[in-house]
């Protein structure tokens, strides 16, 4: 086994301390990751609060992972020593069930085994990203193109392949309007990718305060959701609508945007039910669904489309010390627009 430093939540209301943790031996399939870097998404501050439930501390976040391949296990054949590579949301699912089969492991009818807070197949509680080096199975292990500058690749691993999954599942391209609400960590780089695809894409945030970001960023409009003429101007006008946001929010507003069979989908992931009417629905054949991040086939898939479109989130490098006032800033709107911990700083 193997002991690494790292940061990890003791409780609740604690602030993230330095500590370390324990990576088990390599099994024949697994892969031994020395940690670059490691995004932080709003879900890490979700999990470690216990907004989403109660959890097992001390608990070290982090699922925005992406290193170098140290060691492998006898039966590796998908990495080589040296490779770049990512690790995201899941390390690990059943393999053999339908959802498995089809490279939807996110979906894994038998539960996957989320990178960190989730109950590993040796009882054992996982343990992310926050830290020097991870053991995770080889096909969970995602391969970074050469094209991608590694300092800024781990907020693709979640935030990116949550945003791509359903614009890809959803058919956003030229011809389709995509509305994005909410510019933080998953919004900003659903901006970039629905405009890579080719869709119209608008922003809507709660002010103007990011406007020129979001137009920097390939949005072709931008509203502000404060003020209440948004809603009268922009009534039946999307095919698509992503919701980013981390709070509660009035989702039956947002229907009434939607055009004749328009689907606005919940990606944002707030404690809090959503209550919907029934006449706006019913009228406009609309939908409403939920995704969750992705399959490893369509990250690698993200990846690769991210390289070949110069897709890269805006990013903020910070040390191990600073991610309990990161935490602060993301909770305040205040990150422009993904912090990512540089792993050396864990030493
Ligand atoms: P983030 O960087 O904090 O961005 C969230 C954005 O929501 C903010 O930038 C803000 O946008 C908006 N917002 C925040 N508080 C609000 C409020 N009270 N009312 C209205 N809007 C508000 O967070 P993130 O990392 O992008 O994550 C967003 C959510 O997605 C979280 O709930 C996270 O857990 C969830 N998530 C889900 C998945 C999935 O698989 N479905 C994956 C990753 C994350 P404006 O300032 O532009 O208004
Ligand atoms: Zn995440």
Redesign the pocket.
């Known amino acids: 086994m193997l002991t690494v430093n790292a940061y990890a939540a003791p409780s609740a209301t604690d602030p993230l301390i330095a500590t370390t943790i324990v990576r088990r031996d390599l099994g024949p399939h697994d892969v031994l990751i020395d940690i670059a870097y490691a995004g932080?998404?709003?879900?890490d501050?979700?999990t470690v609060r216990g907004h989403w439930g109660e959890i097992a501390y001390p608990l070290t976040p982090g699922h925005e992972i992406v290193g170098f391949v140290r060691e492998m296990g006898s039966a590796v054949t998908k990495h080589q020593i040296g490779d770049r590579v990512g690790v995201g949301?899941e390390s690990n699912s059943c393999g053999h069930c339908e959802q498995c089969l089809k490279g939807e492991e996110?979906y894994c009818l038998n539960g996957n085994i989320q990178t960190y807070a989730g109950v590993d197949y040796d009882g054992t509680i996982t343990q992310g990203g926050y830290s020097q080096a991870t053991v995770v199975n080889e096909n969970f292990v995602l391969k970074v193109p050469e094209l991608l500058p590694i300092e800024k690749v781990a907020p693709l691993l979640?935030?990116g392949v949550?945003l791509y999954s359903p614009l890809k599942h959803w058919n956003a391209g030229p011809g389709t309007k995509v509305a994005i609400?909410?510019?933080?960590?998953?919004?900003h780089v659903g901006v970039k990718l629905a405009h890579a695809l080719g869709a119209e894409v608008t922003?809507?945030?709660?002010?103007l305060?990011?406007q020129k970001d979001g137009l920097e960023l390939g949005a072709d409009h931008y509203y502000a959701?404060e003020d209440p003429d948004t809603f009268e101007k922009l009534a039946g006008r999307f095919d698509l609508i992503l919701n980013?946001?981390?709070?509660?929010?009035d989702i039956a507003a947002y229907v009434d945007l939607l055009a004749v069979d328009g689907t606005l989908v919940?990606?944002?992931?707030?404690s809090e039910n959503i209550s919907l009417p029934a006449m706006p629905l019913i009228a406009g054949r609309r939908s409403i669904a939920?995704?969750?991040?992705g399959g490893i086939p369509i990250t690698q898939e993200m990846l690769d489309f991210c390289a070949e479109h110069n897709v890269l989130p805006e990013t903020e490098l910070i040390t191990a010390d600073y991610i309990n006032e990161a935490y602060e800033r993301?909770?305040s709107?205040d990150?422009r627009?993904?912090f990512v911990i540089d792993a050396n700083t864990f030493a």
């Open positions: 932080i998404c709003h879900s501050i979700h949301c996110v979640c935030a949550t609400v909410g510019m933080g960590g998953l919004g922003v809507l945030s709660r002010t305060s990011k959701t980013t946001v981390s709070a509660k929010l919940v990606l944002g992931a707030p939920g995704s969750a991040n993301v909770l709107s990150v627009y993904r």
